[in-house]
Nanobody
Framework: QLQLVESGGGLVQPGESLRLSCAAS????????IAWFRQAPGKGREGVSC?????DHADSVKGRFTASRDDSKNMVFLEMDSVKPEDTAIYYC??????????????????????WGPGTQVTVSS
């Protein structure tokens, strides 16, 4: 059973950088597609990035955030640069068995991912 735990969240000032990590256990990440989602207070969960055979980012973060993965270490990362107050949210990593790398070619929906971490809070404020 795959388990995910995020880390690296906290308080950061606008314009600064932050790196989130997601550690997987219980299974290797090989053949899994991994996504980052975020949820701001009072809002729905928003897809941020999706990593399968390639990496895609939402328009709202493209050019500022960079998702990456290291399957040999069972780790996923989200580098956040030039953060804005509107980036404030709980950030989640999510994974799904996807041996043919199809999930990230589709609209990024939370229902496509079976395994989730508990989330880590990112607050962007001066």
């Amino acid at each position: 059973q795959l388990q995910l735990v995020e880390s690296g969240g906290g308080l950061v000032q606008p314009g600064e950088s932050l790196r989130l990590s997601c550690a997987a256990s219980g299974s290797t990440l090989t053949h899994y597609s991994i996504a980052w989602f975020r949820q701001a207070p009072g809002k729905g969960r928003e897809g941020v990035s999706c990593s399968g055979s390639r990496v895609d980012h939402a328009d709202s973060v493209k050019g500022r955030f960079t998702a990456s993965r290291d399957d040999s270490k069972n780790m996923v990362f989200l580098e956040m640069d030039s953060v804005k107050p509107e980036d404030t949210a709980i950030y989640y990593c999510a994974a799904e068995w996807d041996p043919y790398s199809e999930i990230c070619t589709q609209v990024l929906l939370e229902g496509r991912f079976r395994f989730w971490g508990p989330g880590t809070q990112v607050t962007v404020s001066s």
